[in-house]
Nanobody, 121 residues
Framework: VQLVESGGGLVQAGGSLRLSCVAS????????MGWFRQAPGKERNIVGH????????YYADSVKGRFTISRDNAENTVYLQMNNLKPEDTAVYYC???????????????WGQGTQVTVSS
């Protein structure tokens, strides 16, 4: 399984970015695909996840109402649209699949290489 993210960059607070994640290697029809982020010196945390099968989504409280996950089935691509960005959104963003609950936190088996998002104040 390969996951390749793109779309990161530098943006001012209040701005928007759209991250893309292209998945390859097998079919993903029954899986949950997610976005995580890791800020310097902090743990990797889930941003949100998306079910290929049902289309249902989950978002962390910190991004709810600002971030949206969507997909392009034909291109096996998942997007993370980030609006009204804040400096505290600065992190390396990772896409991952399949996402699961470990009992204590969200995790995943396969990870992309990450893309840096920096939000200036």
């Amino acid at each position: 399984v390969q996951l390749v993210e793109s779309g990161g960059g530098l943006v001012q607070a209040g701005g928007s970015l759209r991250l893309s994640c292209v998945a390859s290697g097998r079919t993903f029809g029954g899986d949950i695909m997610g976005w995580f982020r890791q800020a310097p010196g902090k743990e990797r945390n889930i941003v949100g996840h998306f079910s290929w099968n049902s289309g249902s989504t989950y978002y962390a409280d910190s991004v709810k109402g600002r971030f949206t996950i969507s997909r392009d089935n034909a291109e096996n691509t998942v997007y993370l649209q980030m609006n009204n960005l804040k400096p505290e959104d600065t992190a390396v963003y990772y896409c991952a699949i399949p996402v699961y609950w470990s009992g204590t936190h969200w995790s995943a088996r396969y990870w992309g290489q990450g893309t840096q998002v920096t939000v200036s104040s």
